[in-house]
Structures are given as structure tokens and as C-alpha cells.
């Protein structure tokens, strides 16, 4: 009977997964944004997107607010590529600013640091205030750079109690600059519900008093669930 249940164990087989590829989704991933719309959106009033979508981008429409999904997620595998625009009459955090939330309340931010100095847990792929890069492996600006996020969210007691934090891997165009980073609370910005529930992936639209105008582009934006 053990050799039974040991041959059917070796049998058994993961699920068997398209990869995608270069702006092509895991086949059980859910697309966030392909290209073609922004239907997968809202501002966090309700409201319609109005960020636009030019040539197959998402551009953010500086004054109108942040973007969250529609849907919302717990743990998760997510991918998004990003554009910082260029800038150079501004200078640190008012250059190419922005950022992503994950469950809308830890930041991870956005931002041109390419020859860019700023303060180390604001620069790119900091977990804001938090976590500092492990290393700075920005690209220029305009250039196509991603995100791949292994995120973990708390697990929480049955009276809410946080048993164990978000933790957070993060690959900046492939590199590994979060290495299991434990999030002890949101960020500056959070959408202010319970850490205890799933959240949706938000987009920020950035305001910095120097700047009018922060272009910053999105791309072919997907979410595994863990």
C-alpha cells in the first residue's frame, strides 16, 4: 500500500503554465493592462480611468489621481514595465516621480534615479521609508525599465492581529534589489483599510510643487496569485 501511494505521488504533475514571453502574460496570470484599454481601472472614488492609452501605453494624466484595479489581490507574483520621462530641469524628488502600491498600501517607488541622488528609501525600488535598494540599476530616462514582485501580504489572527508582516522580493530590470524585505506597516499614502484583506495594485499620480507634469508611461502589467 505505501508503494502504492508513493508511485501515484511521483505521478502526480504541477500545472502546467504558458510562460508568455516579451509583452505576452503567463497564461493564469490576470492582465492588468495590455495595450488596448484601461478598463481594469479606476480612481479610488469610483470614477473612470482618465489616464490615457496611447499606442498601446498607459500614460498617466498628471491632476487627475491615482489608478487602482478594479480587482484585488492577496499574495502575488506581479509584473509591470515603466518609462520615467525626461526631466532635466528638475532634480530628486520631483524627477520622473511615482509609484506602485501593492494591496494600495505599500508603496514601492517609482522614480528617475538614473544620475539622480535623492535619500536611499526614496530612490527607485525603495519600499518607501522603509527599505532601501539593495543597488541602483535604473535606466535612463525613457527607457523601458521593469518591476517583478514576489509579494507575500501579512497573515493576520482571527482578531485581526498581524501574526506575520508583508514580506516583499523585488527584480529591478531583472536585478534582485528587495530580498525578502519585511514590511512592518504600510506606507505614507495607504489607502487606510485593514492590512488583513486583499487590496488592489494602485498606480500613483504623483504631485511635487516644481513640476506641472510627470508623463510617467506603463506597460503590459499582469498578477499571479499565490
Same mark, same amino acid.
Given at each position: 500500500?505505501?508503494?502504492?501511494?508513493?508511485?501515484?505521488?511521483? %505521478?502526480?504533475?504541477?500545472?502546467?503554465v504558458?510562460?508568455?514571453?516579451?509583452?505576452?502574460?503567463?497564461?493564469?496570470?490576470?492582465?492588468?493592462?495590455? +495595450?488596448?484599454?484601461?478598463?481594469?481601472?479606476?480612481?479610488?472614488? +469610483?470614477?473612470?480611468?482618465?489616464?490615457?492609452?496611447?499606442?498601446?501605453?498607459?500614460?498617466?494624466?498628471?491632476?487627475?489621481?491615482? /489608478?487602482?484595479?478594479?480587482?484585488?489581490?492577496?499574495?502575488?507574483?506581479?509584473?509591470?514595465?515603466?518609462?520615467?520621462?525626461?526631466?532635466?530641469?528638475?532634480?530628486?524628488?520631483?524627477?520622473g516621480?511615482?509609484?506602485?502600491?501593492?494591496q494600495g498600501?505599500?508603496?514601492?517607488?517609482?522614480?528617475?534615479?538614473?544620475?539622480?541622488?535623492?535619500?536611499?528609501?526614496g530612490?527607485?525600488?525603495?519600499?518607501?521609508?522603509?527599505?532601501?535598494?539593495?543597488?541602483?540599476?535604473?535606466?535612463k530616462?525613457?527607457?523601458?525599465?521593469?518591476y517583478?514582485f514576489v %509579494?507575500?501580504?501579512?497573515?493576520?489572527?482571527?482578531?485581526?492581529k498581524?501574526?506575520?508582516?508583508?514580506?516583499?522580493?523585488? /527584480?529591478?530590470?531583472?536585478?534582485?534589489i528587495?530580498d525578502?524585505?519585511?514590511i512592518?506597516?504600510?506606507?505614507?499614502?495607504d489607502?487606510?483599510?485593514?492590512?488583513?484583506?486583499?487590496?488592489?495594485?494602485?498606480?500613483?499620480?504623483?504631485?511635487?510643487?516644481?513640476?506641472?507634469?510627470?508623463? /510617467?508611461?506603463?506597460?503590459?502589467?499582469?498578477?499571479?496569485? /499565490?
Amino acid at each position: 500500500m505505501r508503494l502504492f501511494f508513493f508511485c501515484v505521488a511521483a %505521478f502526480t504533475q504541477p500545472k502546467v503554465v504558458d510562460p508568455g514571453g516579451p509583452m505576452k502574460a503567463p497564461s493564469d496570470a490576470v492582465v492588468l493592462f495590455d +495595450g488596448k484599454s484601461a478598463e481594469a481601472w479606476t480612481h479610488p472614488d +469610483g470614477r473612470a480611468a482618465e489616464w490615457t492609452v496611447e499606442d498601446g501605453v498607459l500614460v498617466c494624466k498628471s491632476g487627475s489621481g491615482d /489608478l487602482q484595479s478594479r480587482e484585488k489581490f492577496g499574495s502575488a507574483q506581479i509584473h509591470l514595465e515603466f518609462a520615467t520621462p525626461d526631466m532635466p530641469t528638475v532634480k530628486g524628488q520631483a524627477k520622473g516621480n511615482s509609484g506602485v502600491f501593492l494591496q494600495g498600501r505599500y508603496e514601492v517607488q517609482v522614480l528617475d534615479s538614473f544620475e539622480n541622488p535623492t535619500y536611499r528609501a526614496g530612490s527607485a525600488g525603495s519600499v518607501y521609508g522603509q527599505h532601501d535598494p539593495l543597488v541602483n540599476v535604473s535606466r535612463k530616462p525613457g527607457e523601458w525599465q521593469s518591476y517583478d514582485f514576489v %509579494f507575500h501580504a501579512p497573515v493576520c489572527a482571527a482578531d485581526g492581529k498581524v501574526e506575520r508582516p508583508a514580506t516583499l522580493t523585488l /527584480l529591478h530590470n531583472g536585478v534582485v534589489i528587495q530580498d525578502h524585505a519585511r514590511i512592518v506597516k504600510p506606507t505614507p499614502g495607504d489607502d487606510g483599510t485593514s492590512v488583513c484583506t486583499p487590496g488592489p495594485l494602485r498606480l500613483q499620480d504623483h504631485f511635487h510643487p516644481d513640476v506641472k507634469d510627470t508623463r /510617467l508611461l506603463f506597460r503590459n502589467i499582469w498578477v499571479r496569485g /499565490l
